[in-house]
Nanobody, 118 residues
Framework: QVQLVESGGGLVQPGGSLRLSCATS????????MNWYRQAPGKERELVAS????????NYVDAVKGRFTISRDNSKRTVYLQMNSLRPEDTAMYYC???????????WGQGTQVTVSS
């Protein structure tokens, strides 16, 4: 049974930082690209950051470039999202996603809420 469990969300003031974690089980973690998505109320889910498998190639949506950093630890089967200089517009539910294109495997976590407010 595949599980993705996010943690690390919460309430933070503008300019603050949070580190999200996504612990996985039941899958060959190193063979999956890992992604962080977010969805704000009334908006579509958007891809925030992604990291590939072997070479750990990273990509970010323009809105978070220079502020967020995605990383992975294959030994712990965990992916992280370090979020700095948070803004109110970063408020959303953040979801972890594991995707392996060649096998069409696509798994999601339940999400963790991030609220940026003073």
């Amino acid at each position: 049974q595949v599980q993705l469990v996010e943690s690390g969300g919460g309430l933070v003031q503008p300019g603050g930082s949070l580190r999200l974690s996504c612990a996985t089980s039941g899958l060959t973690f190193s063979s999956f690209a890992m992604n962080w998505y977010r969805q704000a109320p009334g908006k579509e889910r958007e891809l925030v950051a992604s990291i590939s498998t072997v070479e750990s190639i990273k990509n970010y949506v323009d809105a978070v470039k220079g502020r967020f950093t995605i990383s992975r630890d294959n030994s712990k089967r965990t992916v992280y999202l370090q979020m700095n200089s948070l803004r109110p517009e970063d408020t959303a539910m953040y979801y972890c996603n594991a995707r392996r294109t060649w096998s069409r495997d696509d798994f999601w976590g339940q999400g963790t809420q991030v609220t940026v407010s003073s």
